[in-house]
């Protein structure tokens, strides 16, 4: 054999070893995750936002191999569990559930915190905001509701979270129809229920997911909702652009780290939270409760961020103004 082919053969043999005996464990640089991970809900218990974040976290732990906590912190619009969460070391071992909330409170003033300071994991799905009345109001639909109020300017309250989007979605509505509407502003969907529930207010933006218990006891009825179109989970619930509203709005949620984590953990959990959205039993627990699975990876969520901030940004200057 000749020189030039015993290195030929020397140098295909050195190249084509590491491949062959390569297993994933050799290539995986980090080895995580080895103990538990916590979500942190940004929001008390029983919102949109921990309970999407509970379901999720039911999948998410037999894919990851590790148990997943909720840690409920709420105030502020959504910004002292981010800004807690923030504290953080970058490690992956705590994760942030965010929705537009986080992005409104960059934008509003209120969370001393910027976008650049989160490395996306996944956007996890949509789902709408809800009006809301007492199920014994005199209303069935938002054109009576905003007739009543137009002849009673000022009469009539809503129940808001200030800073966000259920905050937005009404300022918008009295803009849109000529109509002065008085604002409430407890903490969370669980608090702005309450206050209907308890008849402090008129009326209430909240969620199918927050609000299921009361819609079913027939203690509240929906009035419209901000999809674009009717939603099969509610399909006898008008929405806004039916009733002569011209508001569309999609509220979307998912999960973030710490910038600066690294970006195998990164993978890895979105890996993890890929695998659970092509779950149909997942897929219809959260679908009853009107949120549409809806995935988007690490990079599309980046994009989407970066492409929703301006509109954020004058949604927030709606409220502010």
Known sequence: ???????????????????????????????????AITIVVPWSPGGVSDIRARIMAEYAEEILGQPIA??????????????????????????????????????????DYTMDDFAPIAMMGKW??????????????????????????????????????????PVEIGRRTGTQFNFVAPQGDTSRNAALLAGTVDAA????????????????????????ERHPAIPDVPTLVEQEIDLVYEMRGGFVVKADTDSEIIAILESAFRQISMNSELQQRLDDLTITTEFMDAQETADYLAE?????AEFAAIITN
């Open 1 to 35: 054999m000749s020189l030039k082919r015993m290195v030929i053969i020397t140098v295909v043999i050195g190249l084509l070893t590491p491949l062959v005996f390569a297993t994933p464990e050799a290539e995986k640089r980090i080895d995580y995750p080895t103990k």
């Open 70 to 111: 909720i840690q409920n912190i709420g105030g502020a619009s959504g910004t002292v569990g981010t800004e807690e969460a923030l504290r953080a070391s970058a490690d992956g071992y705590t994760v942030i559930s965010v929705d537009d909330a986080t992005w409104f409170g960059i934008h509003s003033g209120i969370g």
């Open 128 to 169: 709408p905001l809800v009006i809301a009345a007492r199920g014994d109001a005199e209303w069935d639909n938002m054109v009576e509701f905003v007739d009543a109020a137009k002849a009673n300017p000022g009469a009539y309250s809503f129940a808001i979270t200030a800073g966000n989007q259920s905050h937005m979605v």
């Open 205 to 228: 933006m909240t969620y199918v997911s927050s609000g299921k218990e009361y819609l079913e006891a027939g203690e509240f009825k929906l009035l419209a909702h901000t999809f674009p």
């Open 308 to 312: 929703i901030d301006g509109q954020i």
